[in-house]
């Protein structure tokens, strides 16, 4: 089956700094990659997507990229706020009717004011 | 309406008790999704039904049972859990039909078995 790793699994940084959450996926087959925000205590919210034929997308301070050879694919969080403060987790996902959701360890990260 | 309902919001229950959970969606998503999170952990996919069917069971003990009665409703039932049963339990939701398209969450039942 499919295995999603996640780096770093907690993160800290100076509110207005990036901060930068890698993954890694195992199966071939995954096709789909979003990522979601999780507060304590609520349900995990979709933050950005991308699919497997696009290399990058970007929404405003949030961009993710994908290299597909490697496997690997990143999020990027430039001019982070408080309120950024969350566990990210991602994911990687088969598509065939239904979607098949590996998650990722998640990372929590801390913005300092 | 772009909600997935989860009811109850939270559930405490004996090891002899059986207790239903509820999960609604009306966005005419045909895909619906049962997950279980441990506390600092992400969560882990149990059941999925598509079209009302039962898709995928991640070997999950059949102490937990799933029913799908319509599109719109999926239940897990609960019958003699045990306290590492404890947990966030997720609902999700996604079209069919459309690949490569999100997964809506509910805000989940917190379980916790004594």
């Known amino acids: 089956g499919e295995n999603v790793e996640q780096h770093p699994s907690t993160l800290s940084v100076q509110e207005g700094d990036s901060a930068v959450i890698k993954c890694t996926y195992s199966?071939?087959?995954?096709?789909?990659f979003p990522w979601y925000k999780q507060e304590l205590g609520k349900r995990p919210q979709l933050i950005i997507d991308?699919?497997?034929?696009?290399g990058e997308k970007k929404d405003q301070r949030i961009a993710v990229t994908l290299n597909k050879t490697a496997k690997h694919f990143s999020l990027h969080i430039t001019e982070t706020q408080p309120e950024d403060s969350a566990v990210y987790f991602c994911?990687?996902?088969?598509?065939?009717?239904?979607?098949?959701?590996?998650f990722g360890t998640g990372t929590k990260l801390q913005v300092i004011p | 309406d772009t909600e997935v309902t989860q009811t109850p919001k939270h559930l405490v229950m004996g090891m002899t008790n059986k207790k239903s959970l509820k999960c609604e969606q009306h966005?005419?998503?045909?895909?619906m999704y049962w997950y279980k999170q441990k506390a600092k952990k992400p969560p882990e996919l149990m059941f999925v039904?598509?079209?009302?069917?039962?898709?995928i069971n991640e070997s999950v003990p059949s102490r937990f049972s799933p029913e799908c009665p319509n599109s719109s409703l999926l239940n897990l039932h609960l019958h003699a859990l045990q306290p590492e049963d404890s947990a966030l339990y997720l609902c999700?939701?996604?079209?069919?039909?459309?690949?490569?398209?999100?997964?809506?969450f509910g805000q989940g039942t917190r379980l916790t078995v004594v």
């Open positions: 991308i699919r497997s034929n696009v």
């Open positions: 999700a939701s996604s079209p069919t039909g459309h690949l490569n398209t999100e997964a809506f």
């Open positions: 994911a990687a996902t088969i598509s065939g009717g239904y979607q098949k959701v590996t």
């Open positions: 966005m005419g998503h045909r895909a």
């Open positions: 199966d071939s087959a995954s096709n789909y």
């Open positions: 039904y598509s079209y009302e069917k039962l898709s």
